[in-house]
């Protein structure tokens, strides 16, 4: 990735720098994945289907820390170009969610672009403040249980 660096100045207010900060990654990852079709948060998304599935909705919510609403309106794109399937019996109401074989085969692609993308910001930043990064956003998760 062939990207300029700006110095741009901080906000006063915490939550707005981490708002831009985590608009700013997005873009990144979003840049990088692009080849894939993927946004990252589609990416996250099959990457979790891959290691859960089958997965309920429900599980799937709980593991990423997201309301079900948002979960199933952020899983109809993916769905629609056929990624994932639904392999609930018919009839039943507890969706059971698994990659397609084309749904693998775009996470396997897209999970080398992500590569490059993590090797991209550990690099620009540095291991020692990728470690710090991680633990000040467990701790600022931490605030709400």
């Not at 906000?11 to 985590?22: D, F, G, K, T, Y």
């Not at 608009?23 to 990457?47: C, G, N, R």
């Not at 309920?56 to 990624?83: C, F, H, M, Q, Y």
Request: charged share 30%; with cysteine.
């Amino acid at each position: 990735m062939d990207k300029k660096v700006y110095n741009k100045q901080s906000a006063v207010c915490n939550c707005l720098n981490l708002r831009r900060a985590s608009q700013a990654i997005t873009e990144v990852y979003d840049e990088f994945l692009a080849p894939s079709e993927l946004k990252i948060s589609q990416f996250s998304l099959l990457k979790h289907i891959k290691h859960m599935g089958p997965v309920s909705v429900s599980a799937l919510a709980l593991k990423i820390r997201l309301d079900r609403t948002t979960l199933v309106r952020n899983l109809k794109p993916i769905e629609v170009r056929g990624l994932i399937t639904d392999i609930a019996e018919k009839g039943t109401r507890n969706r059971q969610l698994k990659l397609t074989d084309k749904g693998l085969e775009t996470f396997e692609k897209a999970e080398r672009l992500w590569s490059e993308a993590q090797s991209f910001i550990e690099q620009y930043l540095g291991k020692d403040d990728i470690n710090t990064l991680t633990v000040l956003l467990s701790k600022i998760e931490a605030l709400v249980p």
